[in-house]
């Protein structure tokens, strides 16, 4: 009898962006639903408490460990979009020529950290601030 695997083990496949953009899709939907759901509910218990506790969210949600979260989470969304996008765009059958999908699978995740860029630009600094 043979020792071979059923199926190709990652050992097997040549690693490229379009397994790292599958992956990132993956994890960035879990700590979506994770960290995400996490602040939400903390947000609306800071809500329903009263302004003492919506002033302690906001407080520590405008610290440098709050703005690393919700800079990670834009980042996270924006991520998962660009990279659902790509998987639409293959279920619809087009963009399985290895160059576009290598392509797609580089511009994907660049494409989300400069939309995280741009949002986070408008948040900080909105019309008429930066002049």
Do not use: C
Not at 19 to 34: C, E, K, N, P, Q
Not at 53 to 59: D, K, Q
Request: hydrophobic share 55%; no cysteine.
């Amino acid at each position: 009898m043979s020792q071979r695997p059923l199926s190709p083990h990652l050992q097997i496949w040549r690693w490229g962006p379009h397994m790292f953009v599958s992956i990132l899709h993956r994890v960035t939907g879990d700590g979506m639903a994770l960290v995400g759901l996490a602040v939400l509910v903390w947000w609306l218990g800071a809500l329903a408490s009263g302004p003492e506790a919506y002033t302690t969210f906001t407080e520590m949600m405008t610290s440098p460990i709050g703005y690393a979260v919700l800079v990670g989470l834009t980042w996270a969304f924006f991520t998962h979009m660009m990279s659902g996008l790509r998987h639409f765009v293959l279920d619809i059958g087009a963009g399985y020529e290895l160059d576009t999908n290598r392509m797609w699978s580089i511009a994907s995740p660049i494409i989300a950290v400069l939309l995280t860029g741009a949002f986070w630009m408008f948040v900080l600094f909105p019309k008429g601030a930066l002049a």
